[in-house]
Structure formats: C-alpha cells, structure tokens
C-alpha cells in the first residue's frame, strides 16, 4: 500500500512537471528574446519633446567679462540629477571666485556639459560648468580657477 501511494505521488509529480515545463520553456524564451537580440533605439518621451539647448550655444562668448562672472550665488531652486561621486580625499566646503579648484574635481565626469538645463549661464570659451557636490562651479580650464559658484543647485 505505501509503495503504491509512492508511485502515485512520483506519478502526479511527474504529470505536473509535464503541464509546467512547456509554459517554463515559453517564458524563458520569451525572457531571451527580449533580453538577447539588439537593443532598440530609444524613443521619444511620450507626451513631451526633449529639451534643447539654447539657441547659439555652439557660440559661446570670446571674452571674458570678470565683472559679470565674478559672483557666489545661492540658488533659487535646486535639481535632482543624482548622486554625485567625489574624487578619493573629498571633503566637502564651499568654493568662492578667485580660488582655485584641485584638478581632480574638475574632470570630464563632472562637467556640466547640459548646463542650460540648471539654469546656469554660456560658458565663455575656455571655461566650463562643473558640478561640485551640490553646487555649481565655473571654472577656469587652464588654471581651475573657480569664476562664478553656485551654491545648492542640487538636492
């Protein structure tokens, strides 16, 4: 009698392994072809079209202007864009103009290089919008020095 009950639960084991294992099959292969084969070319948000940046920025100012630039602001409204990873040794304090920023905090992976987005202004040419924790530095790229903060342009 349990021999028998044996056979009949490996038996009923065995009949759902059969009624499951096509559906599994199916869904892993399913699971491979989206997973597998190319990637699609991304598209378009739905319901907006992605922003561009401003007209003539491809030209960007020639000169400049110390006394325009020459500023600490504090932000009236700060972004989400995500965590930001520090050069090794960082410890955070706020950068003013005229002092120079470790070329280590201002390297291609902290470039603001879709700064109209955070509302800063044309970089002059020579110099770029870097992101320095929560704040906005522009700099000088032959020197670092840094000519115009913004502080708390991110959350």
Same mark, same amino acid.
């Given at each position: 009698?349990?021999?028998?009950?044996?056979?009949?639960?490996?038996?009923?084991?065995?009949?759902?392994?059969?009624?499951?294992?096509?559906?599994?099959?199916?869904?892993?292969?399913? *699971?491979?072809?989206?997973?597998?084969?190319?990637?699609?070319?991304?598209?378009?948000?739905?319901?907006?079209?992605?922003?561009?940046?401003?007209?003539?920025?491809?030209?960007?100012?020639?000169?400049?202007?110390?006394?325009? *630039?020459?500023?600490?602001?504090?932000?009236?409204?700060?972004?989400?864009?995500?965590?930001?990873?520090?050069?090794?040794?960082?410890?955070?304090?706020?950068?003013?103009?005229?002092?120079?920023?470790?070329?280590?905090?201002?390297?291609?992976? *902290?470039?603001?290089?879709? *700064?109209?987005?955070?509302?800063?202004?044309?970089?002059?040419?020579?110099?770029?919008?870097?992101?320095?924790?929560?704040?906005?530095?522009?700099?000088?790229?032959?020197?670092?020095?840094?000519?115009?903060?913004?502080?708390?342009?991110?959350?």
């Amino acid at each position: 009698m349990f021999a028998l009950s044996c056979n009949r639960r490996r038996l009923a084991a065995a009949a759902a392994l059969a009624l499951i294992l096509p559906t599994l099959a199916l869904s892993a292969g399913a *699971f491979e072809r989206r997973g597998g084969g190319p990637a699609e070319v991304q598209r378009a948000p739905h319901g907006y079209q992605r922003m561009e940046p401003p007209r003539g920025i491809e030209q960007r100012p020639r000169e400049f202007d110390r006394g325009y *630039f020459a500023h600490n602001f504090q932000a009236h409204r700060g972004y989400r864009i995500g965590p930001w990873r520090a050069p090794a040794g960082y410890a955070y304090r706020r950068w003013h103009y005229g002092e120079f920023l470790p070329r280590a905090y201002w390297g291609p992976e *902290f470039v603001l290089a879709d *700064f109209w987005l955070f509302g800063l202004d044309i970089p002059p040419v020579g110099y770029e919008w870097v992101r320095y924790g929560p704040d906005a530095l522009l700099i000088d790229l032959r020197s670092g020095e840094v000519v115009q903060s913004v502080y708390d342009n991110f959350l």
